[in-house]
Structures are given as structure tokens and as C-alpha cells.
């Protein structure tokens, strides 16, 4: 085995949440490359994750309470100084089983080891005022928006845009579950095996499950490393939120079909669908990003799938490539926000910007009427996105119809196939709060036999 040089994860914990926020890395990926590369023992490697993902997720609380406890801006203060009071004041806050005392006596170190050491007194000094203090009582600020902000750590241009879509009540719901503890979940690969038996075989390695909350197909781990599990080399499962793995039931494939995931990467649904194909027919995987290419492929080579081809190109520019009406089934699952997924990436939160999220729906739009014209009359076509926001969802949807209302209708045996009732004809909005799942929209278009 070998041995980590630096095994103080607290300062594995500091790097990471610097990349995190002073250059916009991706949470899940700069953690995962930081643990991979270090080989923490387990027990520090549970901890980093935990400090990380807690501190972005409670990060403008926690901003707020040092900012209270500061003579000067706390975005004034030195940026390495900000990220070792921003992960002690999370541990002080919300990490019970972390002494007070112990946050406090490792932030100052932590300061000295890092090149700080001049500032281990003003360190040692707001911590012990944030301790003092603790959370303050949100409930007490009467605007809205500002109090689910500061309560629930979301941007404020967000819960103001949330509460006019869904009101008050579903906004502070659905914020109070985006800083809950994301669920890991698998989906069973049933060419190999059942979610009974795939249960028994991830116990005998000491990982335990429970039976998903919307599928027949999905397990929420419970405990171990199921990634490590030899059930998960040899393809008998996949990590997929149980919200993503209803878009293959609202395809409704069957074997023998022509399939295209125009915006496959990583693959997870591409893989799903030949799954459901039973391998037998056509899985087309495009994406636009040459090196995700790689990822999809070794997703459908992990599970030994023969029927999934993947490719390299632009969704928007699909019918240079392939004849009108060539797929009998054609999943857009597209680029978007990722605003439903706040609970597994926090950092989305703070680094989306609104500007950016009004300049998606056009972008999709574009992808969904091309992808439109390569679908077999009769065919089904799904529009998916792993957002909350209307503008990218249920008013893309809108505004196709009524370009293509003569061609297209909404599916109403959607129901049916995914098992949940619509929140509108032939569509359907998960938000996180319901199912413990991600936040995730689909919508279900049929193309007529004959035009209207």
C-alpha cells in the first residue's frame, strides 16, 4: 500500500476548497483528483469530503457569520485566510463530533503551516468570536428572499427566481434539501443481475443498500464504498441518480431499435437504453466534447454493452451527419443549468451566473429541432434536463410546439411508463425535496404518422 506523504487532511481540505473557490473548479472533480492522487486513509478521506461539500454548501451562512465577526469585509481578508476560516467556521457550526476547542486549535495551525503564520491571532480570534456566537436566528429577517438565502446558503438572485416560479413554501423546501447529504445511487444492470441478488453480493462486501424510492432498477448505498466493489468491475451496476433513470422509461425502447442520445457524455443514459434494449438494436452516443468520448466508452465497455456506438459532434449540426427520420427513439437530454443537482454539486450555486442560464434556452431549442427532424413518424423524443427552471424546461418545450405543434404533440402515456403523475401534459418537474432524488425534467413529444 502505498503511503500518503502529507496525511493532515485539513490541509487537503484547504487546497481543495481554495481550487474550489478562487478558480472555479468543479467540486466533485477536484475533490475526487485530490483524494485519488493523495490515498488518504478512509476515515481522512470521509472527512475531506465532509468539510468540502459541507463548507461550499453552507458557504454565504457561514461568509455572513465571519463577516459579523470581523471589524473589516471578510472578501478583504487574504484569500488563504478566507478559506481557513470559511472550513473551521463550518466545522464549528455544523460538525458535531469536531470539538470546538479542536476547530479552533487546527485552524491556527493550519494558518502557520500554510504561510500564514503572522495571522494565527486574528485567526484564533474570529474563530472564537464565530463559536461564541454560533447560528444566528434567520426567522427574524422579514424579507423572504433574504432570510431562505442566509438560512439555507442560496444565492439571492436564485430563491427570488425559485419563489416566482413555485412560491415560498416549495423554495424553502427545496433549498433545505439542496444542503442535505446527497444520496449515492446505483442502477442495476439487469442483463446480469437483480436488484435482489445485487443486494446480497454488495453485502458480502460489506456495502449496504435500500431499494430506490422510483425505480425497480436503483439502490441508495447506505454504507461502504461501492465503487470498489467487484460487482461494479464486472458491469452489474452503475452510479445514476434514480430522477436520470426515469428518462430511459420515458423513451419507452424496446429491442431491436435505432436509438440516439444526442448529448450522451458520460453515457450513463446511453447505457441505460441499450440495457433496456437488452443489447439488441443501435445506441448512437454523441457529444460535442472529444475527451468525453472516452468516458463513454469505457461506461459501455465496463458493462460489456455491444449495441452503443459512441461519436464526437455537434448536436445542433446532427443533420449533416445522418438523414431525416432516421432513429425510432431520439433523447435530448440537454446542456443546461444543473440547477437540480445543487445537492451533489454545491458549487453550482455560486458559480452560475442568471446572465448565463438566459442564454440556454436558445442553445436547446436549437439542439431539440434538429434532433426533431432524425425522428421516425411514431417515434418518441425526450427533451430532459437536470434544472428547476422553467425558462430551460416546460417553456422550451412551449416554444417547440409551437413551431412544430402540426408534427409533434406532447406523449400523455408518459404516466404510465415512468410511473409518476404529470405536473403537465406529457411532462414532468422533480424537485429535490420529493424523492431525495435529484431536481430533473422531462417531457415526452410523439411525432404524428401524419401531419396535422
Known sequence: MVKATNTNPRMHAAKILDRICFEHAYSHL????????RQLPEKDARFVTEVVYGTIKRLNTIDYILGSSMKQPFKKADRRVQT?????????????????????????????????KGLKGFVNGVLRSVGRQGIPDFTEIEDPVKRIALATSHPEWLVRKWIQAY?????????????????????VNRLKTCRDDLQVDLQNEGIETTPG?????????????????????????????ESSMLVTYAL?????MNVLDACAAPGGKACHIAERLADNGQ???????????????????????????????????????????????VLVDAPCSGLGVVKAKPDIKWHTKKEEIEKLPELQLRILEEAARLLRKGGILV????????????????????????????????DSRIGLRSTRRGQ?????????????????????????
Not at 30 to 37: K, P
Not at 170 to 178: D, P, R, Y
Open 30 to 37: 477536484a475533490l475526487h483528483e485530490a483524494l485519488r492522487d
Open 84 to 116: 481557513i476560516l470559511r472550513m473551521s467556521a463550518y466545522q464549528l457550526l455544523y460538525m458535531d463530533r469536531v470539538p470546538d476547542r479542536a476547530a479552533i486549535h487546527e485552524g491556527v495551525e493550519l494558518a502557520k503551516k500554510w504561510g500564514r
Open 167 to 187: 412560491g415560498k413554501e416549495n423554495t424553502l423546501a427545496m433549498c433545505e434539501a439542496n444542503v442535505k447529504r446527497a444520496y449515492t445511487m446505483l442502477r
Open 213 to 241: 424510492n422510483l425505480t425497480s432498477d436503483s439502490l441508495i448505498v447506505t454504507g461502504g464504498q461501492a465503487q470498489k466493489s467487484s460487482s461494479f468491475t464486472n458491469g452489474a451496476f452503475s452510479f445514476q441518480d
Open 252 to 256: 419507452d425502447v424496446r429491442p431491436g
Open 283 to 329: 445506441v448512437i452516443a454523441n457529444d460535442i466534447h472529444p475527451h468525453k468520448q472516452t468516458l463513454i466508452d469505457e461506461q459501455a465497455g465496463r458493462l460489456r454493452l455491444k449495441s452503443v456506438t459512441s461519436r464526437t459532434g455537434d448536436a445542433a449540426e446532427l443533420t449533416n451527419t445522418y438523414k431525416s427520420e432516421t432513429f425510432d427513439r
Open 383 to 414: 427533451y430532459s434536463t437536470c434544472t428547476v427552471m422553467p425558462e430551460e424546461n416546460e417553456e422550451v418545450v412551449a416554444h417547440f410546439l409551437q413551431k412544430y405543434g402540426s408534427s409533434f404533440e406532447l406523449d400523455e402515456t408518459l
Open 428 to 452: 414532468r418537474l422533480i424537485l429535490p425535496q420529493q424523492f431525495n432524488s435529484d431536481g430533473f425534467y422531462i417531457a415526452a413529444l410523439k411525432k404524428r404518422d401524419e401531419q396535422g
